[in-house]
DNA sequence: TAAGTCTACGAAAACGGTTTCGTAAAAAGT
DNA sequence: ACTTTTTACGAAACCGTTTTCGTAGACTTA
């Protein structure tokens, strides 16, 4: 059955307040006493109730997970996946468990975000973006709450954010693309209301410009990360009256997706080349293997862990970081293929 | 800042208990009231405290999310990911939050999984196995917490579980290799403890059995259903005296490694057969497209939520369920191959 | 109009811990 | 031997809710 420190205090013969001043390691309490106490909680199986806990001292030790975007989807894509496995290590080294919260919740009520974390009094919670973003998530970053964001620009002064340098990604496969001799750029955005879109699209920009390239409006199509997007927006550059030759895609899966649809379409892939961004593990094994803007997903997670513990800690707030990507060569684009 | 019932209660001239019962939707309370209180509430942003309401009623809300493993792993495997994506969906339009535990904790002390959910007080939690089983978890399956293993056999009174019919999975592949001409079939199992590996492997030898296929021992290796270990194993095979010619592999990430591992020695990726086993989604794009059983992920989370549910309202108690698998056939066993 | 029902609300006891502060006894200092 | 310090412990207030039960007054009913 379930003891309370009141039980244990009484089979041991002591006062609730040892009981407790022994679960939470204060030194005023005596080494033969400490050991009955122990012995006894042992024996019944005795554990603090989390809740009574958490009540009385005003720390929780667990982190809310949030999807910023409005449907939850970010949660089983690689990208993400990586990125807060990551993180949940890190964290979890640190004695915190992670809380996900379900958006379903808000086809049912008007609850937002901050009265989730409010409610459950997290001790600080991250934040994934890539989507376009539910506006409650602002209520939160304003709050006294740390939040780390992921993919999302975050400006409270209780938060921080962390990304890939994306106008850099972009550059990146652009400028492989060129040397490779490739011209006809098309771009594959991610959501198009989503920041990392938007600089990807402008460092797209910049860098053609900076190559002198020109830039077809025409093939600059937007998805939303997944793979069958990238299918459907690979179809549609298909049918523009000038087809581009070589496509970056903001995602692998997008890139797959693309990929497939010209193969589809019974043109030779050969005739294509692609680069995708984040290099997930299927990446290298598709066909063809894909060449991809490699996104340090691990050190993301890692980086953003360590974020939040400095402000919980209240080491430092308001801080913003940019990881560099790799472009990762493979054989999608091979240089036979161009001109 | 952050405003309590009291102040509340105070601000509105009513009793704590008064603006309780608006919280919780008793009907003793008069409409006049109960719009003034509610109007409060709503100027202050006020929001009821978590630990203070689960203190009290003894209902959390949340589900427990445990990976069996001693070391996390399947988090991140696609499987998982898009098990547990499913039933965070379904479990989320009942207003259930997942709560992900670190096991990263057992590093630093000998808190076991039964008591961080008596710890947090979880109204159930769901356990992903597939890997060599932490025993502690067994407590948690003989405890009066309701559980829900996927991939994991429990057998507490107030434990249920689900998985895919594995033996069916191996005989689904063993068959298509047979009718295929195949002969000499490669078993990769995932990790040899967990049970859905001898699960496997039983299947694997009865249907061989019952096409009168002799098994070679030495073509049974077991891998951890992640990608490095599908290209060790097929390393492994490629070095036997005799060499297998059709590798059954119990997930599609081992698939990849292996077929990447024959790529990799120079042979013909054509005079091998695969099938995997998940049907993730990069499995239709890699090269070969990957023959594979897929295991109805979206079901088994969906199912896994219902029955934790009904467990939770006591509505049941006790089950298990067996998905059927289904061959999906593409590529990468050509009929043209066999011989 | 007296008795019985409702309605709307509040007092107060949980829920299971933490933490401050006070103090008796033991140890140390002189 | 007497004061001072230290050690080990307990009383009690508090954390923010829920929930039972009691009751004053308004409303019915006969």
């Given at each position: ?83 807060v ?48 973003v ?15 964001g992921?993919?999302i ?78 299918y ?12 581009p ?11 797959m ?44 997670g890692k ?37």
């Open positions: 059955m379930k003891m309370t420190i009141k039980e244990i205090a009484k089979l041991a013969g002591v006062s609730q307040a040892t009981v407790s001043k022994i679960i939470n390691n204060y030194d005023d309490v005596g080494a033969k006493t400490k050991k009955r106490v122990l012995q006894i909680m042992d024996e019944y199986g005795y554990r603090p109730s989390y809740s009574a806990q958490s009540l009385a001292k005003k720390i929780t030790k667990v982190i809310g997970v949030i999807y910023a975007g409005k449907i939850n989807a970010n949660f089983n894509h690689p990208f993400f996946v990586e990125v496995s990551s993180f949940k290590k890190t964290m979890g080294s640190e004695g915190y468990d992670l809380l996900f919260f379900s958006n379903e919740k808000f086809h049912k009520s008007d609850e937002n975000y901050l009265a989730r974390c409010q409610h459950y009094n997290v001790d600080g919670c991250i934040i994934i973006g890539g989507e376009e539910e506006p409650s998530i602002y209520d939160l970053d304003k709050s006294e709450i740390p939040c780390v992921v993919d620009e975050l400006s409270g002064k209780k938060s921080a954010y962390i990304m890939t340098d994306n106008p850099q990604i972009s550059a990146l496969a652009v400028e492989h693309f060129y040397l490779l001799g490739q011209r006809d750029i098309a771009f594959i955005g991610g959501k198009e209301e989503s920041v990392i879109s938007k600089q990807r699209y402008q460092g797209f920009i910049d860098e053609m410009k900076t190559y002198g390239l020109k830039v077809n409006p025409e093939w600059i199509v937007y998805g939303d990360f997944f793979e069958d997007s990238g459907e927006k690979m179809e549609e550059l298909l049918q523009r009256p000038s087809i030759k070589a496509i970056f895609a903001a995602s692998d899966l997008m890139a997706g693309a990929i497939r649809a010209v193969k589809e379409s019974g043109r030779k892939i050969d005739d294509f080349s692609f680069i995708g961004c984040d290099d997930i593990v299927a990446s290298k094994h598709i066909d063809p293997p894909l060449t991809t803007v490699k996104q340090d997903k691990e050190k993301i980086m953003a862990a360590y974020i939040l513990n400095d402000m919980i800690k209240e080491k430092i707030d308001q801080t913003s970081i940019k990881i560099d990507p790799e472009l990762i060569v493979r054989a999608s684009c091979g240089a036979n293929k161009a001109g």
